[in-house]
């Protein structure tokens, strides 16, 4: 128990850091995304 306890803690931080990235990864598509499709919008 103690040991599959430490393997889990260990784990956490990884997650967490490829949550982070993921969502920035998100963040920055949509970010383009709304600028790709603002221009579109602006020229027609």
Do not use: C, D, Q
Not at 20 to 37: M, R, T
């Amino acid at each position: 128990m103690y040991l599959s306890e430490i393997k889990f803690f260990n784990k956490l931080p990884k997650l967490k850091i490829s949550y982070i990235k993921a969502g920035i990864l998100v963040s920055l598509i949509v970010y383009w995304g709304v600028i790709l499709v603002g221009t579109f919008v602006a020229f027609n």
